[in-house]
């Protein structure tokens, strides 16, 4: 259990796909020690602060000070507390700091916060600390912290994400006396229905929090799902693509200028359908990467020098896996699809695009 964890490890870093749930943790966490649970008989209960590190880092560029133990002062005075109560609380490690979103720091400024991070758990060691960010942006190593990463949803996890969220949803848009039964009748639908035998491709979706919300979501407007799932996995693939960042506000960095959406999409459809052809579930590194230079080299503005080329390629590859988390490193330097339906969904785009420019040519 997540919360055993942090009880278990005073420094915590959380690693997890796009989507699993890693800020909802943090919050939860959150709400349970600000109300004093989790926390057991221990005589000095924690505060905990949560920090999104992308708004700690917009905020120290600016003023041009990255010291963590700054920014949870500055919040807290904004509360009431003076100074010295604030030094107090640090010093004496009564403070749960949960750091959300390390992934989400821009390039320019992820050295600096990085090296203040280790440095004020350094400094006020006695305090607990909760780190998250996607499993793509592990590169920088914090010394006396454990890594842990967030699992997929087992089965029970799945029925129990469903009935609430069924129920939750039910209750804005039924009458109160009929909302539990409205929306315990539609979880139990859901449920029965994902057991199809045609429906297995959307179970292994639903193992990640944001997929499993999609699939409610069309289940609740349509009572089943749809007959032709590729427009469940092209839902999938806007969110994480797209829409999973832009609802947030995230700006991420650009690492080809000339690299539409569409080339995403088409990049991660040549990887899908080279690796099926060899019947691979996952590749190596270079396999991909060879994939993406022969890509790049027919945008409109090509890199010509090879060198620069592999460079562009892993910088794409790097950023793919990031930012969308449909790629994901399974071993050092050993990739795979983060599920076997996107791989096959890809396939077969693939495959249908040959087709149709195969037709058009004269």
């Not at 109160?176 to 491709?201: H, I, V």
């Not at 069309?218 to 999973?244: C, E, K």
């Not at 832009?246 to 700006?251: E, K, T």
Request: aromatic share 8%; hydrophobic share 45%.
């Amino acid at each position: 259990m997540g919360t055993e964890a942090v009880a278990a490890h005073a420094k915590l870093i959380v690693l997890g796909k796009p989507g699993s749930g890693k800020t909802t943790f943090l919050q939860a966490l959150s709400l349970q020690y600000s109300q004093g649970e989790n926390q057991g008989d221990q005589q000095t209960r924690l505060l905990p602060i949560y920090i999104s590190l992308r708004h700690f880092a917009l905020a120290a560029r600016q003023q041009a000070d990255f010291r963590l133990e700054l920014f949870i002062s500055q919040q807290w005075i904004a509360h009431g507390l003076t100074q010295a109560q604030i030094e107090t609380l640090l010093q004496q490690g009564q403070v749960l700091v949960l750091l959300d979103g390390l992934d989400e720091v821009s390039l320019a400024d992820s050295g600096e916060v990085c090296a203040h991070i280790q440095k004020f758990a350094e400094t006020y060691g006695a305090n607990s600390i909760v780190l998250t960010s996607r499993i793509a942006a592990q590169e920088y190593c914090f010394r006396g912290f454990t890594y842990v990463e967030m699992a997929d949803f087992d089965d029970s996890q799945i029925a129990l994400a469903v009935y609430k969220w069924f129920a939750a949803t039910n209750l804005e848009l039924a009458a109160p006396s009929e909302s539990a039964a409205t929306g315990l009748a539609k979880a139990e639908q859901f449920l029965e229905k994902l057991q199809y035998s045609e429906n297995q491709p959307i179970r292994e979706l639903v193992a990640t929090p944001i997929l499993l919300h999609l699939a409610c979501l069309v289940f609740q407007a349509r009572s089943t799902f749809p007959n032709h799932h590729a427009r469940l996995y092209q839902a999938g693939l806007d969110i994480l693509l797209v829409r999973w960042d832009s609802a947030r506000g995230i700006c991420r960095d650009s690492v080809c200028p000339d690299l539409t959406l569409s080339d995403k999409i088409n990049i991660l459809s040549r990887i899908a359908a080279v690796m099926f052809e060899q019947g691979k579930l996952f590749f190596e590194k270079g396999e991909v990467l060879q994939v993406i230079a022969e890509y790049l080299r027919t945008l409109p503005t090509p890199i010509g020098d090879v060198e620069a080329l592999w460079l562009n390629s892993e910088a794409v590859l790097r950023a793919i896996a990031l930012q969308h988390g449909l790629l994901v490193e399974r071993a050092r330097d050993v990739y795979s699809f983060s599920h076997l339906t996107f791989q096959e969904y890809l396939t077969a785009k693939h495959i249908v695009a040959s087709l149709a420019t195969a037709i058009a040519l004269p």
